[in-house]
């Protein structure tokens, strides 16, 4: 996922409604619900599978925290999710990795799903999992903005336009 060789795609189904309620665990051990518990005007919530989540860190959501970093109406969450059997007894172990690749005030806003992940795949509109999936929520947890792939100059414009013309609507 490396920027400027990557590709993204919009998920224009998905637009419109309502994110999933989805409960996972913060890496400060804190139970959140999403999107019940997020706060502020816009939230970009980035789901990636364990291989790719210190890229997406980097490469999606660092740009979206920087051109945000001074407005606290805007979050950024990241989910990692850990599916299938063997997805709880892997968890300590991302977990443990995560904690050390990533500072400590980051911890509250990344988290990681573990468990059967079929019916979000389906109401997400998950397909290929080595891809970054990436949502804009507002502060009703409606989805405003959806977009799947890996790290692009074009893609990382896109999300920040969208932010921008979303955070308009509220001023």
Do not use: C
């Not at 804009?136 to 903005?145: A, C, K, N, S, V």
Request: aromatic fraction near 10%; avoid cysteine.
């Amino acid at each position: 996922m490396d920027i400027g060789s990557g590709t993204t795609e919009p998920i224009f189904a998905v637009e419109g409604r309502r994110f999933p309620s989805l409960t996972a665990t913060t890496l400060d051990g804190k139970t959140m619900a999403l999107p019940e518990d997020l706060s502020g005007d816009l939230s970009l919530i980035v789901i990636a599978f364990p291989r790719w989540v210190q890229q997406v860190q980097e490469t999606w959501t660092g740009p979206f925290e920087y051109a945000f970093s001074g407005n606290p109406r805007v979050k950024a969450y990241l989910v990692t999710v850990v599916a299938g059997r063997l997805g709880e007894a892997l968890t300590s172990r991302v977990d443990e990795t995560l904690r050390g690749a990533l500072p400590p005030e980051k911890h509250d806003r990344v988290l990681t799903y573990a468990g059967n992940f079929d019916d979000y795949a389906r109401q997400l509109g998950f397909g290929d999992i080595s891809l970054a999936y990436l949502y804009l929520l507002d502060g009703e947890g409606t989805i405003r903005w959806a977009e799947k792939g890996t790290t692009t100059p074009k893609g990382v414009d896109s999300l920040l336009n969208a932010a921008r013309t979303i955070l308009e609507e509220f001023r």
